[in-house]
T-cell receptor
Framework: QKEVEQDPGPLSVPEGAIVSLNCTYSNSAFQYFMWYRQYSRKGPELLMYTYSSGNKEDGRFTAQVDKSSKYISLFIRDSQPSDSATYLC?????????????FGPGTSLSVIP | GAVVSQHPSWVICKSGTSVKIECRSLDFQATTMFWYRQFPKQSLMLMATSNEGSKATYEQGVEKDKFLINHASLTLSTLTVTSAHPEDSSFYICSQNGLGGNEQFFGPGTRLTVL
């Protein structure tokens, strides 16, 4: 079983739709959870960062963490064509001297005008 | 968040040559920087953790003699791919922690093509 699982998609939605992106993980030692957006041939851009179970909202984005189920989600409201990208979930494991981040494989999203 | 730059953004080289990629922290000092590799349509895989003033920590399966990492200052880490082969063609991305300590902020990446 991989440490982090994520449906690769591709996911195609009409403009204005609510998008739900999900990841599951197996290691209960993960302490921090992040969502990144990556456009083609660019470095990942941090969208959301959470460390506790519950919801965190930032504009059109809501990150949800359920540590008991080892499940995290990213919701995008009022999706726009500019949201078309690959979305990567990431989990942080604290090592003795640094934090190791494990990424999911990414979900490719297309928002159709 | 942290601002990270990489140079070059794209490099093409012949098989057998060595290629150096630079990663710079532009807005604050970074004692630790991270190097990732990403193959097409795949996720980022951590190659090594670069520590200023000491040896890098490599992930399992990454050849330290092939991927030389130098972190000589608090704002610069370099990755040298030695004796590059076509299978080394990939997208190499560096990152550093933000001031909060846990989030990672990424550079724009370097696309390496080995002919």
């Amino acid at each position: 079983q991989k440490e982090v699982e994520q449906d690769p998609g591709p996911l195609s939605v009409p403009e204005g739709a609510i998008v739900s992106l999900n990841c599951t993980y197996s290691n209960s030692a993960f302490q921090y959870f992040m969502w990144y957006r990556q456009y083609s041939r660019k470095g990942p851009e941090l969208l959301m960062y959470t460390y506790s179970s519950g919801n965190k909202e930032d504009g059109r984005f809501t990150a949800q963490v359920d540590k008991s189920s080892k499940y995290i989600s990213l919701f995008i409201r009022d999706s726009q064509p500019s949201d078309s990208a690959t979305y990567l979930c990431a989990m942080c494991l604290r090592k003795t001297s640094y934090d190791k981040v494990i990424f999911g494989p990414g979900t490719s999203l297309s928002v159709i005008p | 968040g942290a601002v990270v730059s990489q140079h070059p953004s794209w490099v093409i080289c012949k098989s057998g040559t060595s290629v150096k990629i630079e990663c710079r922290s532009l807005d604050f000092q970074a004692t630790t920087m991270f190097w990732y590799r990403q193959f097409p349509k795949q996720s980022l895989m951590l190659m090594a953790t670069s520590n200023e003033g000491s040896k890098a920590t490599y992930e399992q399966g990454v050849e330290k003699d092939k991927f030389l990492i130098n972190h000589a200052s608090l704002t610069l880490s370099t990755l040298t791919v030695t004796s590059a082969h076509p299978e080394d063609s990939s997208f190499y991305i560096c990152s550093q922690n933000g001031l909060g300590g846990n989030e990672q902020f990424f550079g724009p990446g370097t696309r390496l093509t080995v002919l």
